[in-house]
Nanobody
Framework: QLQLVESGGGSVQAGGSLRLSCVAS????????MGWFRQAPGKEREGVAA???????NYAASVKGRFTISKDNAKNTLYLQINSLKPEDTAIYYC?????????????????????WGQGTQVTVSS
């Protein structure tokens, strides 16, 4: 059973930056595809970034150029660097893990494809 714990959320002003972290335990996560998802009040959970076991990354169009996903396999830690924050980035951010998608890159931002989830960390951006 893979367990995921996020941290790093907070309240920031528009234009600011945050770095979210997700520590995995219970299994070697380097063989998984890891993703960051977010859910704002009244909205569906959406995928924002994913990094597969081979290091290949995918980003939602709304965050491309502002968000950077990375991982440190030695530390079993996933990161999401968020720059130029906007009020519309306000949401609970979740990390998740799924079996590697291999060439099926179009699945990496689909929440329904992920089996393991963290509890989430709140990001609030004020204007």
């Amino acid at each position: 059973q893979l367990q995921l714990v996020e941290s790093g959320g907070g309240s920031v002003q528009a234009g600011g930056s945050l770095r979210l972290s997700c520590v995995a335990s219970g299994y070697t996560y380097s063989s998984y595809c890891m993703g960051w998802f977010r859910q704002a009040p009244g909205k569906e959970r959406e995928g924002v970034a994913a990094i597969d076991s081979d290091g290949t990354t995918n980003y939602a169009a709304s965050v491309k150029g502002r968000f950077t996903i990375s991982k440190d396999n030695a530390k079993n830690t996933l990161y999401l660097q968020i720059n130029s924050l906007k009020p519309e980035d306000t949401a609970i951010y979740y990390c998740a893990a799924a079996a590697s998608f291999g060439p099926r890159w179009w699945l990496r931002l689909h929440a329904s494809e992920y089996k393991y989830w963290g509890q989430g960390t709140q990001v609030t951006v004020s204007s």
